[in-house]
């Protein structure tokens, strides 16, 4: 039996719909990109502000806004998302894929505790299973979810509301959140570009065992090729909504083809040896590293 790939891209792109502004109408905003995930799989989207990575995973999850549209196709576990309604696509959001923001705070419900927010992809979860969960399964589900994640201050973090707690534990409560479905793709979405450096090292690292643990496949998007490097062995680079480079990362540093991967790698260099100078390591040896570090 052939295995369906988790996530299938064909010559998907976006661009805006029928506008006021002659100019904008029919304007592309991401030119046909192509790309194969299958179970365990992870893949790198980099680039700049603008380069059409997060439109790239609103498209995947089907949910771009109504002023744009999407064409190619989409296929989630075999499942098609362009074109395909709303009410179709609802139950494919938690099984098929799964999304962590950037920024937790505003992603969080800022009214609801964090224990129930947690409970409610629970709770989905054991309906489309057909299960039916009492009150001490579902506590004892979320407590097990906050320690997959690293908050062992269980009862405080269940109690708390998102302004109450740290913003790693908030990301780390979005992660428990968007794994809790079991979906067979993680879409993160710069995760960590709101936290500190150290906090962001320990969310790469949470995010690069999880995903291990449960093979789960896993796009990752970023503005930070160090970042990236962190977690995924290959990339795909773009620029303006255009693919204009792909490849290992390792590859990628050793010799970028296109100029914009050339200043990105340049970037990483110059932020690597900030942090090599405190190992003792030269900037080319850091970054090197990072790359060897990747998953296969």
Do not use: C
Not at 80 to 90: D, Q, S
Not at 110 to 135: H, I, V
Request: aromatic residues 2%; hydrophobic residues 40%.
């Amino acid at each position: 039996m052939t295995n369906v790939p988790v996530l299938e891209l064909r010559d998907l792109s976006v661009s805006v719909r029928g506008s006021d502004t002659p100019t904008a109408a029919g304007r592309t905003l991401l030119a046909p990109l192509s790309l194969t995930l299958g179970a365990g799989e992870r893949v790198g989207l980099i680039g700049e502000s603008g380069s059409g990575k997060s439109l790239t995973a609103l498209a995947i999850s089907g949910l771009l806004p109504s002023g744009l549209a999407s064409s190619g196709s989409v296929r989630l576990g075999g499942a098609e998302v362009v074109g395909t309604r709303e009410k179709l696509l609802v139950p494919l959001r938690g099984r098929a894929s799964s999304m962590v923001f950037q920024e937790p705070l505003t992603a969080l419900d800022p009214l609801m505790r964090l224990g129930g927010q947690l409970a409610e992809p629970l709770k989905r979860r054991a309906k489309r299973d057909g299960l039916s969960l009492s009150r001490d399964d579902l506590r004892s589900g979320i407590r097990n979810a906050l320690l997959e994640v690293a908050l062992t201050d269980t009862d405080r973090i269940t109690g708390a509301y998102p302004h109450e707690v740290s913003g790693g534990q908030r990301q780390r409560v979005a992660i428990a959140m968007a794994l809790a479905t079991r979906p067979a793709l993680l879409i993160a979405d710069e995760p960590t570009t709101a936290l500190d450096v150290t906090v962001q090292g320990e969310i790469l690292d949470l995010l690069d065992r999880v995903v291990a643990e449960r093979g789960t496949a896993l796009v990752f998007i970023s503005h930070d090729l160090a970042v990236v490097s962190r977690v995924v062995r290959d990339v795909v680079v773009l620029k303006d909504g255009i693919a204009v480079e792909r490849g290992r990362i390792a590859d990628l540093l050793v010799a970028p083809q296109h100029e914009y991967t050339r200043a990105l790698v340049e970037g990483a260099r110059a932020f690597d040896t900030a942090l090599g100078r405190r190992r003792g390591l030269t900037g080319d040896e850091s970054t090197d590293k990072r790359a060897e570090g990747t998953h296969d």
